[in-house]
C-alpha cells in the first residue's frame, strides 16, 4: 500500500479563499483522523471518522472549518474562509482499530500558508 | 483534561551515547502510550506501544518504560546515531466519543552529533 496520501502538500492562499484539503487513507483501515500541527499548540485533533461517520468533531476550532467523508477511500478538510491564524500544517493518518493497537499511520501533511 | 508534558528544550548528545526523552502527564493512566518519530517536513511515524501492565518494551536500539505511578514514560535510543536526529512524540489514549484516541504531547527534539 502507498500508505495514506494527502493533497495538496503546500498551499499558499489568501484571507478569506475556500482552502480544500483531501486525504486517502490506507485502503481496510476503519479510522480516520485529522490533526493540526503548529509550533505553539503542537499536533491537535480536530476530527476522527469510524467507518466513514464523523464521531468526534470538537477539536474543529469553529464553524468555518468542516470535514467530509463520503466513502472508504476519501476524506476532505475544508476551511471557509481561510483566515491567517489556520496556517499551520494539516495531517490526515489512519488507523486500523482504534483503542486496541492504536497506531497511527500518518500522511506526509498538508503545509497551508492564509496570507 | 490530559495533560502531556515533553521537555521542550532540545537533547543534544554525542554519537554512541544513550538519549533518553521523557514523557509526564497529570491525570488518569492511560491504557496504552504510544511513541513516534517525527522528521522535518515529514508526518510522525510510529514506533512503540507500551501497555499500562507493561512495564518494558524494547525494539532493537529502542526501549520504552511505563511507570504509572510516576505518570511518565522514558524512551531510550542505545548507541545513537546522527541519524537518530528528529523529533519524538509521546501519545496518550485519550476517550473520545466511545474510542480511545491518541493525545500527542509537543515532541522533543534530539540531536545526535558525529
Known amino acids: 500500500d502507498a500508505g495514506v496520501i494527502q493533497s495538496p502538500r503546500h498551499e499558499v492562499t489568501e484571507m478569506g479563499q475556500e482552502v480544500t484539503l483531501r486525504c486517502k487513507p490506507i485502503?481496510?483501515?476503519?479510522?480516520l483522523f485529522w490533526y493540526r500541527q503548529t509550533m505553539m499548540r503542537g499536533l491537535e485533533l480536530l476530527i476522527y471518522?469510524?467507518?466513514?461517520?464523523?464521531?468526534?468533531d470538537s477539536g474543529m476550532p469553529e464553524d468555518r472549518f468542516s470535514a467530509k467523508m463520503p466513502n472508504a477511500s476519501f476524506s476532505t478538510l475544508k476551511i471557509q474562509p481561510s483566515e491567517p491564524r489556520d496556517s499551520a500544517v494539516y495531517f490526515c493518518?489512519?488507523?486500523?482499530?482504534?483503542?486496541?493497537?492504536?497506531?497511527?499511520?500518518f500522511g506526509e501533511g498538508s503545509r497551508l500558508t492564509v496570507l | 483534561s490530559q495533560k502531556i508534558e515533553q521537555n521542550s528544550e532540545a537533547l543534544n548528545i554525542q554519537e554512541g551515547k544513550t538519549a533518553t526523552l521523557t514523557c509526564n502527564y497529570t491525570?488518569?493512566?492511560?491504557?496504552?502510550l504510544q511513541w513516534y518519530r517525527q522528521d522535518p517536513g515529514r508526518g510522525p511515524v510510529f514506533l512503540l506501544l507500551?501497555?499500562?501492565?507493561?512495564k518494558e518494551k524494547r525494539k532493537e536500539r529502542l526501549k520504552v518504560t511505563f511507570d504509572t505511578t510516576l505518570k511518565q514514560s522514558l524512551f531510550h535510543i542505545t548507541a545513537s546515531q546522527p541519524a537518530d536526529s528528529a523529533t519524538y512524540l509521546c501519545?496518550?489514549?485519550?476517550?473520545?466519543?466511545?474510542?480511545?484516541?491518541?493525545?500527542f504531547g509537543r515532541g522533543t527534539s534530539l540531536i545526535v552529533h558525529p
Open positions: 493518518a489512519s488507523s486500523l482499530l482504534a483503542g486496541v493497537t492504536g497506531e497511527l499511520f
Open positions: 485502503s481496510g483501515h476503519d479510522y
Open positions: 471518522f469510524n467507518n466513514n461517520v464523523p464521531i468526534d
Open positions: 491525570n488518569y493512566s492511560p491504557a496504552y
Open positions: 507500551i501497555r499500562e501492565n507493561e
Open positions: 501519545a496518550l489514549d485519550t476517550a473520545s466519543g466511545g474510542s480511545y484516541i491518541p493525545t
